[in-house]
């Protein structure tokens, strides 16, 4: 006889937090910070790869860039734009070459960062991602920096990817986690790490089984796109993004370590907003995929398909989230099963998954 599996049409978790989110400034903070807001999150860990980085590298521009953040909600608040009076954005020390184990330690006990973004450029300042071009260099002599962050308990949040021209682009996270990544968590055992946006298989079975402190945050639509999708009926910009999508194997052993609801993986949507003219010109596309506006519908929707609701709140609203100074939220939000259709753009940032529809809304 044939057992019947009730169908699950609404899902209640405590309210959620993004470990990794990119708001940018100005004009497109107003545009894009709704759309968090609106996700009901308690608050996110806030990439601080401006137009020009060196901004969130110092401890003054750090607390300049939270200001403008929270004088951005207090604006969206007056105008009725959004009802999340309690966001908490968590900001991040963009590391450089220069900045000193003393900045990066003061930073964090005045409570102005809740962790250092590691980002990595070749010699000739050019970096792996967007304006990264400021990132270490020297990765070797960012070490008593690391030795700092060691003894104080201050996460590292790295972006593990190799950036020589010459290392594939398909290749570039695993030859950054043998190159860059073992080594560092040998050096220093006890240094608290997360590997961000991880879209490789072979890196997230190192994540999963290496015995150090690390955690990994995996986007929405890593965990639904392969590389494939970049170049569907011709070249995709909206799909192109960095890291890369892998191929179809990567993917799947992701979502496998995601939605079995193994503990070191979390959420973190790596939103990434670009005007649709930095989008969609021939040379230098931007890389970034915009999630924000249904970041929780993507993610239930991965969860439902794979059998493993029960998975989604852990992922979403607790997994490591002690590492950044936040607790787990007493207030609840609730996702139904319900049709919602995605908004082609948000202003001028087209939108992933733009004009189709979810089979789940979050809902009050």
Known sequence: METTVAKVNAVTIPRWFDRHLHVRDVDMLRNVLPCTLNQRAIGAVIMGNLKHPDETSTIEKAKGYRWRI????????TFGVTTNKDFEPRMTCYLTDEITPEE???????????????YMAD???????????????????????????????????????????????????????????????NSFPGLPVVFEHITDGRAAAFVAEVKHNIQATVTAHHLMINRNEMFRNGMNPVHF??????????RLKVREYVTSGHRRFGAGTDSAPHDESAKMRCYGCAAGIFTAPTAVELYTTVFDEDGALEHLGPFLSENFLGLYGVKVSKETMTIERKPLAVPQKIGNVQVFRGGTELPWTLVG
């Open 70 to 77: 929270r004088a951005m909600l207090g604006i969206l608040q």
């Open 104 to 118: 990066v330690v003061r930073g964090f006990k005045e409570g102005v960062w809740c962790g250092v973004k590691l």
């Open 123 to 185: 010699q000739r300042g050019l970096g792996g991602t967007t304006n990264s071009g400021h990132g270490v260099k020297n990765l070797l002599g960012r070490y008593p920096v690391f030795e700092a962050m060691e003894r104080e308990g201050i996460p590292l949040l790295g972006h593990f990817e190799a950036v020589e021209p010459e290392v594939d682009e398909f290749d570039r996270e695993i030859v950054s986690v043998e190159r860059d990544l073992d080594p560092l968590l």
């Open 241 to 250: 993004c960095k890291p890369v999508p892998k191929r179809e194997m990567y």
